[in-house]
């Protein structure tokens, strides 16, 4: 179904939440600061079977027994997950939040009405993607920060696999601050048969992101733009450093270029997930170069940070410090997810608040 769903959830009642440890210094006399993270769920399903064997797994009567206990479990691990992810200059949490890992818009409306992240009031944005697993992109927002102006979604075809389906791009335009921003909210193709024989896909991902925010500036040369998802890929792989063309300098990057602050992160030895003992950082937030300073945009980027908060992590070894996932090896975990999730922070000159 190719539509967009724009939700709010306005019951109010009490939240309960854990306090996030920032690792990004934010000055609170520099004028407001804004949050924009990204989060995959890792299969964020209801439990009812609408998708045939795709589908059958996330039911009861499926492989992992899935039922309204364990979706609840995860629904509210989820939403605290999100409801941590504050700091001393954004109390708040984030304006902005991209989700990959969700199978339709049901499960985004009870995620956002899900105890802990009631008394937010976030609202979202859904479109159904045609995936053959069924799951989706969409964005979640603070409606108090972030005012939704314009919505678009962007299928990729791969000309040499014009068979090949996968998630669709979800570009979403918007009044942040006093500046009007766009986020390309992505989940691209998986590394599921080798990670080079399944790199043209990656490439061809980016390639429409690239288009997209090729797209937006030819209609407004000034708008500074934001990739974000779970690339499948890491920020010096090609997908990333070629095709997109996201650098690890910022003073190496023009207005109309892009700045991937999760390059250096990494070669720091920290990543949002691990496979095989090695983490890797799929899950970026890749920034606009006009969000740089002395750019003229009224938002300026100020950090980036992986939000490995304790809570979030497996205790026990060998995969002590790893993302405290839902299931592995056929047992329910009462985790999170596979992924940590990832912020940047924008600050808004105070002039223009």
């Known amino acids: 179904m190719n539509k967009y769903i724009l939700g709010f959830v306005l019951t109010i009642i009490g939240i309960a939440t854990a306090g996030a440890t920032n690792h990004v210094t934010l000055s609170e006399d520099s004028g407001k600061v804004y949050g924009v993270a990204f989060y995959n769920l890792e299969n964020l399903f209801d439990t009812i079977n609408a998708n045939g064997r795709y589908d059958l797994e996330f039911s009861p009567e499926g492989a992992r027994k899935w039922d309204t206990r364990k979706y609840n479990i995860k629904l509210n691990n989820i939403a605290n997950a999100i409801a941590g992810l504050v700091s001393k200059a954004t109390p708040g949490g984030p304006a902005i939040i991209g989700i990959a890992e969700v199978e339709n818009e049901s499960v985004v409306a009870d995620l ?50 014009p068979s090949f389906l996968t998630r669709d791009q979800l570009c979403v335009s918007g009044v942040l601050g006093s500046d009007t921003i766009s986020v390309i909210v992505n989940h691209w193709p998986s590394r599921l048969g080798g990670q080079e024989q399944s790199e043209y896909l990656r490439v061809a991902a980016a390639g429409l992101s690239k288009s997209i925010a090729d797209s937006i500036r030819s209609v407004s040369p000034l708008r500074p733009i934001i990739i974000m998802g779970d690339l499948n890929d890491d920020p010096q792989d090609k997908s990333c450093a070629e095709t997109i063309g996201a650098r690890r300098n910022a003073y190496d990057v023009p207005p109309t270029g892009f700045y991937n602050p999760w390059w250096d992160i990494l070669a720091k030895g920290k990543g949002t997930l691990t496979y095989k003992g090695k983490w890797n950082l799929f899950d970026q937030i890749i920034v606009g170069g006009m969000l740089l300073p002395d750019n003229g945009a009224a938002l300026t980027f100020m950090g ?16 002590t410090g790893t993302p405290h996932r839902t299931y592995a090896g056929g047992r329910f975990l009462y985790g999170y997810s596979d992924h940590f999730p990832t912020q940047i922070y924008l600050r808004s000159s105070k002039k223009q608040d």
């Open 112 to 161: 956002v009405n899900a105890r802990p992240l009631r008394k937010r009031k976030l609202a979202y944005v859904h479109h159904d993607s045609p995936d053959l697993r069924g799951i989706d992109v969409a964005l979640l927002y603070d409606p108090e920060q972030f005012a939704v102006t314009g919505v678009e979604a962007h299928r990729l075809f791969v000309e040499s696999n």
């Open 304 to 319: 980036a940070e992986v939000c490995d908060l304790d809570f979030l992590k497996q205790k026990e070894a060998p995969y």
